[in-house]
């Protein structure tokens, strides 16, 4: 699953209405610093235990020398012994765990492809993240937006396709490109997307009512 995730919490909540709706198992790729910040480590328990989600950590080559005032926060919470190797060994857990569970019956994972909340305009697909999209495994886009007028999320999903073990990275970099604009995106971004892509018909599916 390829979250379009435009706020942190959006893909907490497409995790929470797979498990509720689908009473599947969830993995979910989470970045390494949350594991290590006190309130939010708490919070996340609670979160995965109550919807069975398998979160797994996995850290960014951004994280290994900080620059913005922000990022520099949240690795300020990493335990001393936390090296590169012991980062290195979690996102090797990641594709692996993640390569298993793809062709296991009632096992979801979920992941942002880009590493970030930018569903469109990522400038290049995670290493790891292609790594199980060559797996021969079935993909699936999906987005939870908030939605004023009904006052609640909505979660929406996109088409099943899989990629080739040979597909190249520009095949897959314009792949997903085109299955995020397919997804019923926020009219600001629509605006956006509509400078740099055609005008596509949106695809939209099961609306969660959580």
């Known amino acids: 699953m390829l979250d379009a995730h435009l706020h942190p919490i959006d893909i907490l909540l497409t995790a929470r209405y797979l498990n509720k709706t689908y009473k599947s198992n969830i993995n979910m790729a989470i970045v390494g610093f949350v594991f290590h910040m006190p309130l939010v480590k708490q919070a996340l328990k609670w979160f995965g235990r109550k919807y069975k989600i398998n979160f797994l950590p996995v850290y960014r080559k951004e994280e290994l020398a900080p620059k913005d005032l922000s990022m520099k926060f949240f690795c300020s919470f990493y335990p001393k012994d936390l090296d590169l190797e012991t980062r290195k060994n979690a996102n090797k857990n990641f594709i692996k765990t993640a390569m298993e569970l793809c062709h296991k019956p009632g096992e979801i ?60 990275e520009n095949e897959i970099e314009h792949k997903i490109h085109k299955e995020f604009t397919r997804l019923p995106l926020p009219i600001w971004l629509n605006i956006i997307k509509s400078k740099f892509y055609r005008q596509k018909a949106f695809l939209k599916v099961p609306i969660s009512k959580y």
């Open 109 to 168: 994972v979920i992941a942002a492809p880009y590493g970030s909340t930018a569903p469109l305009f990522g400038k290049k697909v995670r290493n790891g993240i292609k790594k199980i999209l060559l797996n021969n495994s079935l993909q699936l886009t999906s987005i939870t937006r908030w939605h004023f007028t009904k006052l609640q999320f909505q979660t929406y999903f996109g088409r099943l396709f899989r990629f080739k073990p040979s597909s190249k």
